[in-house]
């Protein structure tokens, strides 16, 4: 499976940035995918998540904010940020994995900047 992120960039406070992730491979290794972030000198955090029936779980410093979707018939998931903050600066990265015990894949970090 290789993961494909795009999006990402530069915005102020309180604007929106949306990132997209493509997976190729088989879909059953897929039902799991999610975005992550970390910033210099912090532990990679779960931002959100979304399973392939469509359950979400959100970070408690973005729900309200951020959106996770997800397009199975493309195998890819979408994640709008909205009302973003200064601290939601962070290198973001997309994750996939067929389920508890199975391979667990990352896309390439894509930089997210909010200025003040």
């Given at each position: 499976?290789?993961?494909?992120?795009?999006?990402?960039?530069?915005?102020?406070?309180?604007?929106?940035?949306?990132?997209?992730?493509?997976?190729?491979g088989s879909i059953f290794s897929t039902n799991l995918?999610?975005?992550?972030?970390?910033?210099?000198?912090?532990?990679?955090?779960?931002?959100?998540?979304?399973?392939?029936?469509?359950?979400?779980?959100?970070?408690?410093?973005?729900?309200?904010?951020?959106?996770?979707?997800?397009?199975?018939?493309?195998?890819?998931?979408?994640?709008?940020?909205?009302?973003?903050?200064?601290?939601?600066?962070?290198?973001?990265?997309?994750?996939?994995?067929?389920?508890?015990?199975?391979?667990?894949?990352?896309?390439?970090?894509?930089?997210?900047?909010?200025?003040?």
């Open positions: 499976v290789q993961l494909q992120a795009s999006g990402g960039g530069l915005a102020q406070t309180g604007g929106s940035l949306r990132l997209s992730c493509a997976a190729s995918m999610a975005w992550y972030r970390q910033s210099p000198g912090e532990q990679r955090e779960l931002v959100a998540s979304i399973t392939v029936g469509g359950n979400t779980n959100y970070g408690d410093s973005v729900k309200g904010r951020f959106a996770i979707s997800r397009d199975s018939a493309i195998n890819t998931v979408t994640l709008q940020m909205n009302s973003l903050k200064p601290e939601d600066t962070a290198v973001y990265y997309c994750k996939a994995t067929g389920g508890i015990g199975r391979p667990v894949y990352w896309g390439q970090g894509t930089q997210v900047t909010v200025s003040s």
